[in-house]
Structure formats: C-alpha cells, structure tokens
C-alpha cells in the first residue's frame, strides 16, 4: 500500500510539473506575441490566478527572459508593470547538415539572427561533422557577446529520408547517417537539448514562428534544397509520418512533355542546374546568387526552366490539395525569392482540387523564408517554437 501511495504522489509531482512547464510556455507565449503586457492581462488570457502568473514571471525575469517594459493605465486603479521578452536572454542554434556543406545560424529569443557561418563539407562523416560544428560554435561565441550557457537548445536539419528505404540512393542523402542517433550524437558533443528534423519539416513547422504562416494552422511546405521536400502541417502539427518521411514529394511521378519524370528532376535547384548545363557549360557555380543574376538579365536557358517548373508546380499543387486540403501552400528554401514570386504568381493553378474555393481568406501559393542559410535559421526557430508553444510535440528522429 505505501508503495502505491509513493507512486501515486510521484505520478501526481511529475504531473504538476508538466503542468507549471505548460504554462511557463504560455506565459512566454502570450508576452512574446503581444510585445509588451502586464500580468492581470496575461491572467485573463490564460485563465490562471494572477499569483500564478506572478510567480511565473518573477522565475522569467530571474533566469533573465524577461524584462520590464514600463507602466501602463486603463481606466481606474494603479498603473500596471508590463513585461517584454528579453532577447538577449536566451538564444537558440541551428544546424543544417547537407552532402557538400555545413550552416550554422544563432537567433536571438525575438528570432533575429545574431550570427551564422558556413563551411563547404569535403567529408560529411557524423564525426567530421560534429567536430566542425563545436569548432564553428566556439568561434561564433567567440566574435560575440552570446555566452554558452545562454543557448538553450539546438536544431538539427538533415535531408531525408531518415532510414533505409526505398528511395535510397535515389537523393543527395548523407552517407553513414542513417544507421546512427544524430539527436544524441549533436546533444553530447553540444551539451545541448536537441531536435532533429529534415529540412522541409523544420521549415515548415518554422514558418509559424514569425514567418507566413502565423495565421494558419493546415498549409503545406514545398522546401528548394538541391531536390524537393514537402512539409505537412494539419491542426498546427507536423504530420511526419511512422518514421519522419512523410512529404518526399519530390518523387512524384507529373506529366512532361518528355514523358512522365520524378517532379524534382523539373522543379528544383538541382533541375536549374541541370537545364544550365545542357544549354552550355557553366563557368560560374550554379548557387542562389547565379540564378538571382540569370533570372535578373532574363536568362533564356533559366525562361525555359521557369516554364517547365510553373507547368510542374501545377500538377504538385492539384496533388497536394485534393490530399490534404490545406489553407495554403507556401514555398521556401534555398532559392532565389524573386524566382519563387515569379513561380508564384506564373503558376496556373488547378481548378479541379476541394482548396479552389471564393471564399478562401489565404492564397492558394504564397512566398515564405527563402535564401542560402533558411533550413539552418529554421532549425533554430524549431527550439523557439518550443520554447514558446505548449502545444508543440517533440520533433522525433528516426532510424530504420
């Protein structure tokens, strides 16, 4: 009997203990997206005591969260404190790992980058990697005023697909990757809670931390890395699937007028690549910064891309749509973002799909994060995002 009650009092403290957790997030949740608020404000939101809420705050402001934003009236009584996110109380790191290169980028608790570096990858072996991200870090402290242990978590980006399946050796995945725990792996060497998530899904689940998608909660992310992934979100959760592959999309087999072709051989920086060299050799590197200067001078060989990929994305669009039935589908990633608007707005989309409704309040497309460093920026958000979000799930690895 005095063990049920023992373990009954301890089931009941691990409970409270997540429950005084949830609402720290939900505290932070509400100051951050107000800007500046007092606590009978936050209260009344939140449905807590004002003591609660109290509490919650004098714990922020002393692990150094918060800050005082001034006084405010309303009406009769005495002018209330308000408090504002500290952002330089806390600062979170993303990683993105791909075949031929490593990022790194260090945002702030507001989501501003602090800093971010870069290194081409000869080797991408899990242990090379892991010593070139603690290196890269402790030069990225050093050159500014981040302490360590102010970081208060790290996100891993990995291209997919985690796993052996299918499609391997079908996709620039990371060999020696798929048989290991990189959320360990990065945790040990870093000293840092990790998430890990491939690069689609943690833009996806990004974008709603100061991003396009704030306002909604079911939208689709088409992801430019060197293929294509898709990131599925539904009720404001990542839909990842039973081993986080959900999205590899860029296998879809679409129409062409060379016949049917896997969607990421025509829409994709890799695609861009491709058609490039077919029209001539390329002296200069295909990166983001040659095609934003191809499409500026009206490039005929990336026109010609542009036509195909427009004709491509519609028939991913009509696909995506009549499955998931999003509010909208966003594009981002490594790409030029005056070459997703011209995808955009040059895409003609499919009439034939349950999201072609009048009464629909988001675009059916639309532009989100976009450039060189996005999936490492994005793994950083994923750590704000729960910092800040109860409701958010933990981001899973898997193996095979």
């Not at 403290?13 to 932070?28: E, I, M, P, T, Y």
């Not at 600062?91 to 980058?113: K, S, Y």
């Not at 990842?240 to 296998?251: K, L, Q, R, T, V």
């Amino acid at each position: 009997m005095t063990r049920n009650l023992k373990n009954s009092s301890s089931a009941a403290g691990a409970k409270s203990d997540r429950s005084r957790g949830r609402n720290r997030q939900a505290v932070l949740s509400e100051i951050r997206a107000a800007g500046r608020i007092g606590r009978a404000a936050i209260a009344r939101s939140l449905g807590l005591s004002t003591q609660a809420v109290s509490n919650i705050i004098a714990d922020l402001e002393a692990d150094g969260l918060l800050v005082e934003r001034g006084m405010h009236s309303a009406g009769r009584g005495l002018p209330a404190m308000q408090y504002g996110l500290n952002p330089t109380g806390g600062f979170a790191l993303g990683i993105e790992v791909r075949p031929d290169a490593l990022f790194l980028a260090l945002l702030d608790l507001e989501g501003q980058p602090v800093t971010t570096r870069r290194k081409a990858l000869v080797d991408h072996a899990p242990d090379t990697v892991v010593g070139e991200v603690t290196s890269l870090l402790k030069r990225m402290l050093a050159k500014s005023d981040v302490v360590a242990e102010r970081i208060i978590g790290a996100g891993v980006v990995l291209p997919g697909p985690f796993g052996q399946t299918g499609l391997s050796g079908k996709g620039p995945v990371l060999i020696g990757w798929q048989e290991i725990d990189a959320a360990d792996l990065f945790a040990s060497a870093l000293d840092l809670p990790v998430e890990v998530s491939n690069d689609a899904n943690a833009a996806a689940m990004a974008e709603r931390f100061g991003g396009a998608a704030q306002t909604l909660d079911h939208y689709a992310y088409l992801y430019f890395g060197a293929g294509l992934g898709l990131g599925l979100v539904s009720q404001g959760q990542l839909i990842s699937g039973a081993f986080g592959n959900a999205g590899e999309i860029g296998h879809l087999p679409i129409s062409t007028p060379d016949g049917m072709r896997p969607l990421e051989e025509v829409l994709s920086r890799d695609a861009v690549r491709r058609r490039l060299e077919e029209g001539g050799a390329e002296a200069t590197p295909v990166d983001l910064e040659r095609i934003a200067n191809l499409y500026a001078e009206k490039d005929p060989r990336l026109s010609e891309w542009l036509t195909q990929a427009t004709a491509a994305l519609s028939q991913a669009v009509g696909v995506i749509e009549n499955l998931f039935d999003p509010q909208s589908i966003i594009l981002g990633g490594a790409m030029p973002e005056e070459v997703l608007e011209h995808l955009v707005h040059q895409t003609q989309l499919p009439e034939l799909t349950v999201s072609h409704r009048p009464d629909s309040p988001s675009p059916r497309l639309m532009v989100g994060d976009a450039g060189r460093l996005t999936a490492a920026r994005r793994g950083a958000a994923m750590v704000l995002n729960r910092a800040f979000t109860p409701e958010a799930l933990p981001v899973r690895h898997f193996q095979s």
